[in-house]
């Protein structure tokens, strides 16, 4: 069992920059992959990055690339999201997500443990 508790969001100006933490509790946090996802008012959940159990594999969704980074600290069971130069089109809720090794996936429902998602607004 593996609980995430995400922080760090809130209202940022536009190509102003946030940090986002997921804390995650339980002795296994090395056996998983973790995610961050989003989701926007009316729309679904979306991937937004992946990094993989050891660190040693990230994915990002292509119009993220260059401007956030995923990265973990085993020690620390703690994983984290930098965003720059956001968007309004960044608003959303984000939500950090476990998925157990065997898995390297994109898709949502193949997440096994969720955050209760942090809000961020991207707004002048």
């Known amino acids: 069992q593996v609980q995430l508790v995400e922080s760090g969001g809130g209202l940022v100006q536009p190509g102003g920059s946030l940090r986002l933490s997921c804390a995650a509790s339980g002795r296994t946090f090395s056996s998983y992959h973790m995610g961050w996802f989003r989701q926007a008012p009316g729309k679904q959940r979306e991937f937004v990055a992946g990094?993989?159990?050891?660190?040693?594999?990230?994915d990002y969704v292509d119009s993220m690339k260059g401007r956030f980074t995923i990265s973990r600290d085993n020690a620390k069971n703690t994983v984290w999201l930098q965003m720059n130069s956001l968007t309004p089109e960044d608003t959303a809720v984000y939500y950090c997500?476990?998925?157990?090794?065997?898995?390297?996936?994109?898709?949502?429902?193949?997440?096994?443990?969720w955050g209760q998602g942090t809000q961020v607004t991207v707004s002048s």
């Open positions: 990094i993989s159990w050891s660190g040693d594999n990230t």
């Open positions: 997500a476990a998925v157990r090794h065997t898995i390297w996936t994109r898709t949502t429902s193949l997440w096994d443990y």
